[in-house]
């Protein structure tokens, strides 16, 4: 009789691994599944797929979803500028959203009865997964051993032993996650709220101490360029990563509110990422209007929040998207950037859209386009409001 298709979102860690071991075992025709959005390596891909068939996969696919990463993500992340808590890029939650998607297309495609997956129960990616999963495919069953017989993982490494697997398992100090939009840093230290990571917990270390001048060029507020050389974006982050990294750059702790209720504290690096929104932000301060920047942050802070909890489905996320489409029709132009030890600093920006006209005035210095009676007038009138209040207040 032919088996159950059951599709497993893989990563090649000891959940899924056990997940995976447990779940052939008991019958299913198992296609693990990795979506890269990021983090894995041609090495890695190699190690994860000798890994999934030692484990008792039928089949082992790795999707790469960079370009739809950047598409349907992270371009609307840069658009709007997001950092969750005005600091952190939403690496991680970004990431599981895609990752979720791809692996129920995936389940769709081959006809699965069952998606399986190897989050606890005890932090914000069960939430993500098993969102996009019902939304998406509310037909196919969820299967959550490490959630649901709540195990330890002495109970995994045990299981696995038994069927004579003997990787080690040992627990890293620190658990990294990498990929296209920042790398995510947990330890012990993270588990607390005064202590600081340390600077070797940090996969990138301090490389090149000589500052150097980056100029990134933008064309409705995707990046273009980088020192005057065009690529396409996925490929111009992760190279302008590795210029940043070498400088220890995008170093952080974020501090947050989780979606099942908790505060949670990790660190992160993320070089690329934080020198691309405050470097966009800066050439919008420059060719936006008042309220243009007003609204946008508004619905960026939303969006941003909507995405972190794994509601990226709901149809509002499309409508604030067009908003930001609209928004960079004149978002270009070139921001000249200086990278240093652990810092960058912004210098400048060029663009043809740049609202610093100076035939209109400058700032603190000469008035060009009114008379000095125009402004004391305008004055006059900007003050009637809360002249009649205090008025009416010193009365009573």
Avoid: C
Avoid at 147 to 157: F, T, W
Avoid at 246 to 264: N, P, V
Avoid at 318 to 330: L, N, V, Y
């Amino acid at each position: 009789m032919k088996k159950e298709i059951l599709v497993l979102a893989y990563s090649g860690g000891l959940d899924t691994s056990y997940s995976l071991k447990k779940l052939s075992q008991e019958g299913y025709e198992i296609h693990a599944v990795s979506v890269n959005t990021g983090g894995f390596s041609k090495d890695e891909i190699e190690t994860t797929e000798a890994k999934a068939y030692q484990m008792g996969a039928f089949i082992y696919k790795n999707i790469n979803a960079l370009e739809k990463f950047y598409k349907k993500i992270i371009k609307y992340l840069l658009f709007g500028n997001v950092l969750k808590n005005n600091t952190y890029p939403l690496s991680v939650s970004a990431e599981r959203v895609i990752q979720a998607i791809e692996i129920v297309n995936y389940a769709k495609k081959v006809g699965a009865k069952y998606i399986a997956h190897g989050s606890t129960g005890a932090g914000n990616d069960q939430v993500r997964f098993d969102l996009v999963f019902q939304v998406k495919a509310p037909k196919i069953k969820i299967i959550t051993l490490i959630r649901d017989n709540q195990l330890s993982r002495e109970d995994e490494i045990d299981y696995l032993k038994s069927y004579g697997i003997y990787i080690p398992w040992e627990k890293a100090k620190y658990s990294i996650n990498k990929g296209l939009w920042g790398t995510s840093v947990g330890g012990s230290e993270t588990l607390t709220s005064y202590l600081p990571l340390p600077n070797s917990a940090y996969p990138s270390q301090l490389k090149e101490k000589k500052s150097i001048k980056i100029e990134l060029q933008f064309e409705k507020g995707e990046l273009l360029g980088i020192n005057g050389t065009n690529s396409d974006s996925v490929t111009l982050i992760q190279q302008l990563q590795k210029i940043a990294e070498k400088y220890a750059i995008g170093r952080d702790i974020h501090i947050g509110d989780t979606i099942i209720g908790i505060k949670g504290r990790v660190g992160f690096e993320a070089a690329a990422p934080l020198i691309l929104i405050k470097a966009h932000h800066l050439l919008e301060k420059h060719t936006l209007s008042k309220w243009q920047q007003f609204q946008k942050e508004q619905l960026a802070s939303f969006y941003g929040m909507q995405l972190h909890e794994g509601q990226y489905l709901d149809p509002v996320m499309r409508d604030i998207e067009a908003f930001m489409e609209r928004s960079q029709e004149r978002v270009t132009g070139t921001v000249f950037v200086q990278l240093h030890p652990y810092r960058f600093e912004l210098l400048g920006i060029d663009s043809p859209f740049d609202l610093m006209q100076a035939e209109y005035g400058s700032y603190g210095e000469m008035n060009k386009g009114w008379t000095a009676d125009e402004a004391k007038g305008f004055i006059k009138l900007a003050s009637n409001s809360t002249k009649i209040y205090q008025h009416l207040k010193t009365k009573k």
